[in-house]
């Protein structure tokens, strides 16, 4: 890689001290998007934690780096985190990786970094791909306030919950998706959202595929009924654009309380638990009211 000419870049800014733990952001799609900060760290740490030391280990061979390697995923963080942060502790220096983008965002990563909080051991981020903001940039929605809402529990209750807390959230928010999993999250966002909200499809993100489709949910949902999805998906959810705050049930009634929320596509049952839960009574009260 070409050197990076700037006159607060230096060699002794940039190097890696022993008893430290680097995340480093790699590249979701596109080798050049990989700085030199984070090649430098790489090649210098003792060891490098990976989610998959078997992906992670073309990028190093790529890069010419030989690095000792543990794996550190979901499913071992807590045995692993524990053998971590030990050999942190003895003074050996170490990179946290995933398989693409930003460790520690929506990824195990930030159960070592609460470990090295506690423990007084000095974390440092080395920042670059993130695809999360990546797809918000390009979206053409609001980017001033977001919600980051990661992947969608495939848990029905759990799923159910985390998209009814959101029925009034005017930020706009961003959620990841498997390409097998698309339909049924776009049918669900039809459902809790209205067909008419704003979303961007984000795939392929700096890849050669790279694709954005600026869409309502209602249009996206009847494009993926003839296209099959193909790729990891970023979906960039516009937010509400209309609430209904306290001050507004004393001047409406509960008919028109529960109106409003089934204009903006939810069902009627859907929308009388909601105004129950905005109003502070039973259900029944408000299934009462609306007969």
């Known amino acids: 890689m070409s050197s990076i000419?700037?006159?607060?870049?230096?060699?002794?800014?940039?190097k890696v001290e022993k008893g430290t733990l680097y995340l480093v952001a790699t590249p979701i799609g596109n080798l050049s998007d990989l700085s030199e900060r984070a090649v430098k760290v790489l090649a210098e740490v003792d060891f490098i934690a990976a989610e998959d030391t078997r992906n992670s280990m073309r990028l190093l061979s790529y890069l010419g780096i030989s690095k000792p390697?543990?794996?550190?995923?979901?499913?071992?963080k807590r045995e692993r985190g524990g053998e971590i942060l030990g050999r942190l502790a003895a003074g050996e220096a170490c990179a946290l990786i995933t398989d693409a983008g930003t460790p520690a965002i929506s990824d195990p990563g930030e159960d070592i970094v609460a470990l090295c909080a506690e423990a007084k051991i000095p974390v440092y981020s080395v920042p670059g791909p993130c695809a999360a903001i990546v797809a918000l940039t390009v979206s053409g929605l609001p980017t001033g306030r977001f919600s980051f809402e990661g992947f969608l529990s495939t848990n029905k209750a759990e799923r159910k919950k985390h998209l009814e807390s959101l029925r009034n959230e005017t930020r706009t928010m961003i959620f990841h998706e498997a390409p097998h999993k698309l339909k049924t999250t776009l049918s669900d966002l039809a459902k809790y959202f209205?067909?008419?909200?704003?979303?961007a499809l984000c795939r392929e993100l700096t890849k050669k595929n790279e694709e954005v489709l600026r869409l309502t949910v209602g249009e996206a949902v009847a494009y993926y009924e003839i296209h099959e999805p193909r790729g990891e998906?970023?979906?960039?959810?516009?937010?509400?654009?209309?609430?209904t705050s306290a001050c507004d049930w004393e001047s409406i009634s509960v008919q028109e309380h529960v109106e409003r929320y089934v204009n903006e596509g939810m069902s009627k049952m859907d929308a009388i638990k909601t105004v129950a839960r905005d109003r502070g009574v039973a259900k029944s009260v408000i299934y009462k009211e609306v007969l």
Do not use: C, D, W
């Not at 000419?5 to 940039?14: G, I, L, M, V």
């Open 5 to 14: 000419k700037n006159e607060n870049f230096s060699e002794e800014k940039n």
């Open 69 to 76: 390697m543990v794996s550190y995923f979901e499913h071992n």
């Open 194 to 199: 209205g067909e008419e909200r704003p979303i």
């Open 233 to 243: 998906y970023v979906l960039i959810l516009g937010g509400a654009t209309q609430t």
